[in-house]
T-cell receptor, first 113, second 114 residues
Framework: AQSVSQHNHHVILSEAASLELGCNYS??????LFWYVQYPGQHLQLLLK??????LVKGIKGFEAEFIKSKFSFNLRKPSVQWSDTAEYFC???????????FGTGTSLTVIP | KAGVTQTPRYLIKTRGQQVTLSCSPI?????VSWYQQTPGQGLQFLFE???????NKGNFPGRFSGRQFSNSRSEMNVSTLELGDSALYLC?????????????FGPGTRLTVL
């Protein structure tokens, strides 16, 4: 069965530290990849997405992610986090068949000023 | 353009009751999907509707059902509520059932079952 794994459940960083959140998926076919963010008290928002082409994608607020097909990974990165990045981050895949989205369990990021 | 709206935002019910949640997609969006979000479980897919037809269904019991109206608005119903049904229920809309969609999420309905 298809699945998405986010191994970091809770990450705590100081402001200006670099961030990398892991995301791995299990599916042998073509996938579309997403990162969503949920700020405290707000709804899920799309950070970035990958459909095809350059495996390094840039999203909003300085986030980027790299798709490594051989590792079935789509890790999220940000070179310097801010207190306002405190949120829950969800990785998701959408199969090329357009069937349904599969979400990871989320990573809670706390940035300490 | 207005976003996805969900009503009500909060609900408190007791075990055994039933509940109906509503979702209005972004104007022009015809696909609506529902998710259950709980701590530690992330988002779990319930079902997806497109053009008033259920296109996909997740692994939830038959107590969970839904429908979509001709204006693309959707409702989900949970009958015989259990304590474990307490969760944030999210609705997402997208233009169509294409392979390059990016769903937009609503704020959710927080359901508490006592």
């Amino acid at each position: 069965a298809q699945s998405v794994s986010q191994h970091n459940h809770h990450v705590i960083l100081s402001e200006a530290a670099s961030l990398e959140l892991g995301c791995n998926y299990s599916y042998g076919g073509t996938v579309n990849l997403f990162w969503y963010v949920q700020y405290p008290g707000q709804h899920l928002q799309l950070l970035l997405k990958y459909f095809s082409g350059d495996p390094l994608v840039k999203g909003i607020k300085g986030f980027e992610a790299e798709f490594i097909k051989s590792k079935f990974s789509f890790n999220l990165r940000k070179p310097s986090v801010q207190w306002s990045d405190t949120a829950e981050y969800f990785c998701a895949i959408d199969l090329s068949t357009g069937n349904q989205f599969y979400f990871g369990t989320g990573t809670s990021l706390t940035v300490i000023p | 353009k207005a976003g996805v709206t969900q009503t009500p935002r909060y609900l408190i019910k007791t075990r055994g009751q039933q509940v109906t949640l509503s979702c209005s997609p972004i104007s022009g969006h015809r696909s609506v999907s529902w998710y259950q979000q709980t701590p530690g479980q992330g988002l779990q897919f319930l079902f997806e509707y497109f053009s008033e037809t259920q296109r996909n269904k997740g692994n939830f019991p038959g107590r969970f059902s839904g429908r979509q109206f001709s204006n693309s608005r959707s409702e989900m119903n949970v009958s015989t509520l259990e304590l474990g049904d307490s969760a944030l229920y999210l609705c997402a809309s997208s233009l169509a059932l294409t392979s390059r969609r990016s769903p937009f999420f609503g704020p959710g309905t927080r359901l508490t079952v006592l």
